[in-house]
């Protein structure tokens, strides 16, 4: 079997997020935290060269991401849940759905950085904005995925331990209570 046949298989793998909004909201909060602690401490895209207001600057990056996922929950997410698409969600369609987050997360970060830290828009460097949001969430995401994969294969193969030793269990018990009349 090959490289690319075995990460096929892996991005097919039945991936049933928790439908939980606290939970959600909980993550959604952590990696925008995450996001504003990791710009404030390596300082990438400029960000250490600033004098002034670089923790507000780092904390406001850190609220677009919150923002810029929100509303995409609010619009795509609400299409994906109505539409059934969800009912099929592999660990590849999760990891194109948060593509599609990060999207969004770089379209509110550009708005943000382009006003309140330049003054001004300049739409040709959009796709830079993109380039750094995917530099930054790429590998938390990946790694979120991982995880969420892995705690969610350990407790769906319990469950079925569990069944299964049931099942043997109440198989047993049929087999001694046989009587001699």
Known sequence: MNLTHKIAQIFGRPFQEEENRLEYFKILLSVSVFIALFLYIFGPFGISSLESNKFLICLGFGSMTFLGAFVY??????????????????????????????????????????????????????????????????IPIMGLGGFLLIRQEKKYQSIAKEINQQKTSHAKSKHTDVSIF
């Open 73 to 138: 929950r609010i619009t795509v997410g609400q299409i994906l849940f109505r539409t059934g698409f969800r009912e099929r969600w592999t660990l590849g369609k999760w990891v194109i759905n948060n593509l599609g987050i990060m999207i969004f997360v770089s379209f509110a970060n550009f708005i943000f950085a382009r006003l309140v830290v330049f003054g001004f828009i300049q739409w040709n460097l959009f796709p830079s904005m993109v380039y750094g949001t995917f530099m930054v969430g790429i």
